[in-house]
């Protein structure tokens, strides 16, 4: 059973910055895809960032490209959402992912952390 366990949300101004953490009980991290979602009220949730663990390839949605920056850490099972220049549209609940390298989806999900931008 994977488990991911989110942290680091919460209230920050326009412009602002946060991070996100996200604690994975898998192993080895090599063999996963761990990944950022974030789901806004009324919207379908939206793809962040990824960063594989087997060739630590990382990839950005095109809304955060610039702003976003994902990296993982296989001694401790993490991987990191570096949040900057955030904007009202990036409010969301904020969903960390992973999925074995051989699978196209996204199978195991955190329960995810709130993310809320102030004008």
């Known amino acids: 059973q994977v488990q991911l366990v989110e942290s680091g949300g919460g209230l920050v101004q326009a412009g602002g910055s946060l991070r996100l953490s996200c604690a994975a009980a898998?192993?080895?991290?090599?063999?996963?895809?761990m990944g950022w979602f974030r789901q806004a009220p009324g919207k379908e949730r939206e793809f962040v960032a990824s960063f594989s663990g087997s060739d630590r390839f990382i990839a950005y949605g095109e809304s955060v490209k610039g702003r976003f920056t994902i990296s993982g850490d296989s001694a401790k099972n993490t991987v990191t959402l570096q949040m900057a220049s955030l904007k009202p549209e990036d409010t969301a609940v904020y969903y960390c992912a992973a999925r074995p390298i051989w699978n196209p989806n996204f199978n195991y999900w955190g329960g995810g952390t709130q993310v809320t931008v102030s004008a």
């Open positions: 898998l192993r080895p991290f090599s063999s996963y895809v």
